[in-house]
């Protein structure tokens, strides 16, 4: 029976067993960002039995197998309902392997719903959206061909203001986005302000609800508008791996209008095989984690998922209030929904302040995973300060004791040591390097995989020889402490970093040397 087989299975699971147990905690709350635990075991359980019983399936054709259609049909059908479109059969959706996904479906329809009614139009199609917009939408701008005008925000709240984003309306702008609320400091930007703009003047209206869609959903407080029930908001995306519950890869997009959402697909005859037709940016696709969202959303119905959320609330609430009560750290803006952004207190004496990047360090060597945000500067040269990240999840009320103590005790370790200065990082790192600093600046331009490679060694952000430098890490293995390389992403300039973190991400996954 074996026949085929090398190995025990039991003993392929062990080493699997061994190598996630390196992984950082998936479960338990321990983790700020990235996962998303109900604390539900059972729900999980469910979820894995789904998504098993559907593993040999090819979602590629719910006609084939219509439980996917059946599946789809009933995902979308709840979000709809909780999401502002409830008995609106305009509102039509997919649903997609992830938030990008999402997003990135939702502008290849604007492009081309805009193209179509420009033919031959040789002007480059725009998205206008607040500099908070999710990272998505630069990859959309990117593969689809179109211009990201990004609108700078309030640097206090980080909020933007639908005044900002009129200004820049125009005749080639194919779509605007806005958040609900913004990853980065969960700011709920002001949609039906802005769906009133750009209602009348027919212009597309994505809502970014990617995180927060089914969170706010069942938000125990009363929210401004936000959501599909806003007649000016033509998509919105929103994510069922995070608030949802659901193992990675399934996130949802809703469109208003059949018609608008067709251009979401892509359909050829034109080869010599099967006619396709895919609603998404894949072909054959899994069915597992439409099949484990599918019966979570069975199991909690909108009464489980409104309890789930509470707990959520309740824990965020109660963050907020520990993290505001520490002397030298200041929550920014005004969040909405589970999540939240920590920034430096400017307003007390040096000696005082809290930098959140230290922070999270502190935090992370005591257990507990922040996400560390870098500062940006904005077109109007307004600073959005550099911040730490919290995602807050049902999981974490159960841990909200010790999560507070290890933050407290965190900003004690670490009050009153100054920002790490990337500048001086960077100089003295070119100071090891052949060609010193002038080197690093033109080093952006025509750099080839080994010379990044380089210069990531250099830095100690890679396996070999170490720079004697505190972004060091030990042997390739990342960095204790994230703050330094942080304060590197910003000081370098931004072409260089991102060809250095596309080299040190493209050399985790290579297979060791000669093997
Ligand atoms: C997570 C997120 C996305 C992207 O989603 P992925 O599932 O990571 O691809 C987009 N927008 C917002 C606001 C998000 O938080």
Redesign the pocket.
């Known amino acids: 029976m074996m026949t085929h087989f090398r190995r025990e299975a039991s003993e392929i699971l062990a080493e699997l067993e061994a190598m996630r147990a390196l992984d950082a905690p998936t479960h338990g709350g321990r983790v700020l960002s990235y996962v998303y635990d109900s604390g539900l075991a059972e729900l999980d359980e469910l979820a894995a039995g789904a998504a098993r019983l559907v593993q040999p399936v090819n979602g590629l054709d719910p006609t084939t197998f219509t439980s996917v259609a059946a599946m789809e049909a009933g995902v979308v059908g709840f979000a709809r309902r909780v999401l502002g479109g409830a008995g609106d059969d305009d509102i039509v959706g997919s649903v997609t392997s992830?938030?990008?996904e999402s997003?990135l479906l939702a502008v290849k329809s604007a492009r081309d719903l805009w193209r179509s009614v420009r033919a031959g139009s040789p002007r480059v199609p725009r998205i206008v959206a607040p500099v908070t917009v999710?990272a998505?939408f630069h990859k959309a701008a990117e593969y689809f061909g179109l211009e990201l005008d990004l609108v700078p925000v309030d640097p206090l709240t980080g909020v933007v203001s639908a005044a900002a984003i009129e200004e820049r309306l125009g005749d080639d702008v194919a779509l605007v986005v806005v958040?609900a609320p913004?990853?980065p400091f969960a700011a709920l930007d002001p949609v039906a302000d802005v769906a009133s703009i750009t209602g009348p003047r027919g212009i597309a209206l994505h809502v970014?609800a990617?995180?927060g869609g089914f969170a706010l959903a069942f938000w125990p407080d009363e929210l401004p508008a936000w959501n599909l029930a806003v007649p000016g908001v033509t998509s919105l995306s929103a994510?069922l791996?995070?608030y949802g519950y659901a193992p990675k890869g399934v996130?949802v997009l809703l469109t208003r209008g059949r018609d608008r959402q067709r251009f979401q697909y892509f359909a050829t005859t034109a080869w010599p095989g099967y006619p396709v037709v895919n609603p998404t940016l894949t072909g054959s696709k899994p069915a597992g984690p439409l099949a484990a969202a599918w019966s979570i959303i069975e199991a909690l119905g909108e009464e489980g998922f409104a309890g789930l959320t509470a707990q959520a609330a309740r824990a965020t609430d109660a963050l907020r209030g520990v993290v505001a009560g520490i002397d030298g750290l200041k929550i920014v803006g005004t969040p909405t929904g589970p999540l939240f952004a920590v920034a430096v207190d400017e307003s007390v004496p040096a000696d005082r302040r809290v930098d959140p990047h230290h922070w999270a360090d502190a935090a992370r060597a005591s257990g507990w995973h922040l996400q560390l945000q870098p500062a940006l500067t904005q077109a109007d040269g307004t600073r959005l300060p550099h911040t730490t990240h919290l995602t807050v999840t049902p999981v974490t009320e159960a841990v909200i004791g010790e999560l507070s103590k290890a933050l407290v005790a965190a900003a004690d370790v670490v009050r009153g040591v100054p920002p790490v200065d990337g500048r001086a990082l960077v100089a003295g790192l070119a100071e090891t390097l052949p060609g010193g600093l002038d080197a690093l600046a033109g080093a952006s331009a025509g750099l080839d995989s080994e010379g990044a490679a380089g210069l990531l060694r250099a830095f100690g952000l890679l396996g070999g020889a170490v720079a004697d430098d505190e972004a060091a890490g030990a042997d390739g293995a990342l960095p204790d402490r994230l703050a330094p390389v942080l304060a590197l992403v910003g000081a370098l300039p931004p072409q260089l970093t991102e060809r250095l973190l596309v080299e040190l991400l493209a050399r985790v996954v290579e297979p060791a040397p000669g093997s």
């Open positions: 992830g938030g990008t997003c999710h998505a958040s913004s990853y970014d990617c995180i994510d791996h995070k996130s």
